[in-house]
Nanobody
Framework: QVQLVESGGGLVQAGGSLRLSCVAS????????MGWYSQAPGKQRELVAS???????DYVDSVKGRFIISRDNAKNTVYLQMNSLKPEDTAVYYC????????????WGQGTQVSVSS
């Protein structure tokens, strides 16, 4: 069972920055696409950014130019650098390991809260 532990969330003013980290318990994720997801109160969990095993990143339009996803396979860690934060970015952020077969997340962390005040 792969365990994922997120950290780095917190309360920040609009325009500020946070860096989220997600550490996996196993090195299995070095071949898997990883994703960061957000879930705001009353809303579904949605993909914010993803990164393939060879470092190709993709972003939802609302965070392009503000967020940067990266990974360090040697450390079993994926990061999300969040810049120019907006109140609408407020959510619980989860990292997920994507299945090699379906491309969908199959393992989740416990989540880290990001709150952006106006």
């Amino acid at each position: 069972q792969v365990q994922l532990v997120e950290s780095g969330g917190g309360l920040v003013q609009a325009g500020g920055s946070l860096r989220l980290s997600c550490v996996a318990s196993q090195s299995i994720f070095s071949i898997n696409t990883m994703g960061w997801y957000s879930q705001a109160p009353g809303k579904q969990r949605e993909l914010v950014a993803s990164i393939t095993s060879d470092g190709r990143a993709d972003y939802v339009d609302s965070v392009k130019g503000r967020f940067i996803i990266s990974r360090d396979n040697a450390k079993n860690t994926v990061y999300l650098q969040m810049n120019s934060l907006k109140p609408e970015d407020t959510a619980v952020y989860y990292c997920g390991v994507h299945s090699l077969i379906t491309g969908r997340p199959i393992h989740w962390g416990q989540g880290t809260q990001v709150s952006v005040s106006s």
